[in-house]
């Protein structure tokens, strides 16, 4: 008896993009890349491989990579 579920066995390669804008209260640049800290812990511990620029209006881009391979 199926249960219409197909599982197919295998690893999937993604990408996907996202685009974040916002306002914070921080004051200083390095407050703002503190409030990415979280969301950068959840990807490492998940296993994701991520790249990340952050654009602070008024200061030079800032990026961040996993050391993934």
């Known amino acids: 008896m199926s ?4 599982q197919v066995p295998g690893n999937y390669r993604l990408t ?6 916002g306002q914070t209260t921080a004051r200083k640049e390095e407050e703002i890349l503190e409030e990415f800290d979280g969301f950068v812990q959840s990807l490492r ?11 602070v209006q008024g200061s030079a ?9």
Do not use: C, E, W
């Open 3 to 6: 249960d219409g579920k197909r």
């Open 16 to 21: 996907a993009y996202m685009k974040l804008k």
């Open 45 to 55: 511990g998940v296993g994701v491989d991520y790249n990340i620029i952050v654009m």
């Open 61 to 69: 881009p800032r990026q961040f990579h996993s050391n993934m391979t």
